[in-house]
């Protein structure tokens, strides 16, 4: 077996999760002035793209499990944004729904993708590739990954 597969440059996972990080930091200052730390601007995204969903959906849709999600949702219930209620028609399922204050947010976030595009220095046909590509990579980790086949709620 050769040493050069187990070289840092030769992993495909370091790349994604350094530029995951550096992503991150660059985030932080623009969220910080919505109050939002980035998993919670996701699960924002995703509930102003289609609320109310479920704990289950929002996992699925985010890869997170509910473990994890749970306490973040909590913590924007807390600071007004999101409701999150026992389903009446099925008592093991959580919606969670968008508060006035969680809608007028959405407003306040629309400069956030401009500002993030003006960070990153690559061309805007680049970036649309290189996301694609991580999209196919992400869906093709779903199918092999079996925390991916369902969240409870």
Request: aromatic share 4%; glycine share 6%; proline share 7%.
């Amino acid at each position: 077996m050769s040493d050069d597969k187990l070289r840092l440059n030769q992993q495909l996972c370091f790349p994604l999760y350094a530029a995951s990080n550096m992503l991150t930091r660059l985030y932080r200052p623009l969220l910080a002035d919505l109050g939002l730390t980035y998993p919670q601007y996701l699960v924002m995204l995703r509930l102003w793209e289609a609320a109310p969903q479920t704990v289950g959906e929002l996992g699925r849709s985010l890869h997170l499990d509910a473990g994890t999600l749970t306490p973040l949702l909590k913590r924007l219930q807390n600071a007004g944004l999101v409701t999150r209620q026992r389903n009446p028609h099925d008592e093991r399922s959580v919606d969670i729904d968008l508060t006035e204050q969680g809608w007028a947010l959405k407003q306040r976030a629309q400069s956030v993708p401009e500002a993030m595009l003006c960070q990153v220095p690559l061309p805007p046909k680049e970036l649309a590739k290189l996301r694609d590509g991580l999209r196919a990579l992400l869906d093709a980790l779903a199918t092999v990954d079996p925390r991916n086949s369902g969240h409870s709620e």
